[in-house]
């Protein structure tokens, strides 16, 4: 089966780390944006960025899909934009991968795991110590027009709402010595994550 194509989700507004682009916060002298990159561009064929605004701010050699939907109605949004691309620009594609722009130490065998846990389902999403971490999906490409229906027709925007509807299933991975799906929202945080790049080093 050809590798998904990934899409990392930037079009939040930052609110608790004071505005502005969290993802371009240096973690170990580089932005946790391109640490995210770093980690989810060996397992894809193409890598885009979901971001509003303008593309330059970001420093990496990414595509961008804005958002099609008004009033920035959160991730779910950037989900169906990155579908909606990949079905116009990658026909060949069946799956794409969604990871936000805010996890640094995404695990290197993300897709494998994914792909691997489908059976018969058309989409799967991360879990770790039992936390749910569902924007950090595999979705098949022809779920866009029933995640459309859920956004536009009937005004849903929960992700967990979705992960029910599309029957993703959940796979697991361990939490310790550090959760992979570690996400950066506040100041204290990205001191937590500095904390477990120098006591993690194999990361």
């Not at 980690?39 to 064929?45: E, H, L, N, T």
């Not at 909606?84 to 494998?112: E, G």
Request: aromatic fraction near 6%; glycine fraction near 8%.
């Amino acid at each position: 089966m050809a590798a998904p194509v990934g899409l990392i989700l930037a079009g939040g507004l930052s609110r608790r780390m004071g505005g502005g682009d969290k993802t371009l916060r240096l973690l170990g002298g580089q932005t946790i944006l391109a640490r995210v990159a770093e980690r989810v561009r060996p397992q894809v064929d193409h890598l885009l960025l979901n971001a509003n605004g303008p593309a330059e701010r970001f420093g990496l050699d990414l595509p961008v899909v804005p958002d099609t939907l008004p009033d920035a109605p959160g991730p779910l949004a950037g989900i169906l934009a990155g579908l909606d691309h990949i079905a116009t620009h990658f026909p060949q594609a069946h799956y794409m991968l969604s990871v936000p722009a805010d996890c640094p130490f995404l695990p290197v065998d993300l897709v494998a795991r994914l792909l691997s846990a489908l059976g018969t389902a058309r989409a799967a999403y991360a879990q770790s110590g039992g936390r749910v971490h569902p924007v950090i999906g595999l979705w098949e490409v022809s779920l866009r027009d029933e995640l459309r229906h859920l956004l536009v027709d009937e005004d849903i925007r929960r992700v967990d709402r979705w992960t029910t509807r599309s029957g993703a299933v959940a796979v697991e991975w361990s939490a310790e010595p550090y959760d992979p799906f570690f996400n950066v929202n506040t100041l204290s945080e990205l001191d937590e994550a500095e904390r477990i790049l120098i006591t993690q080093p194999e990361i």
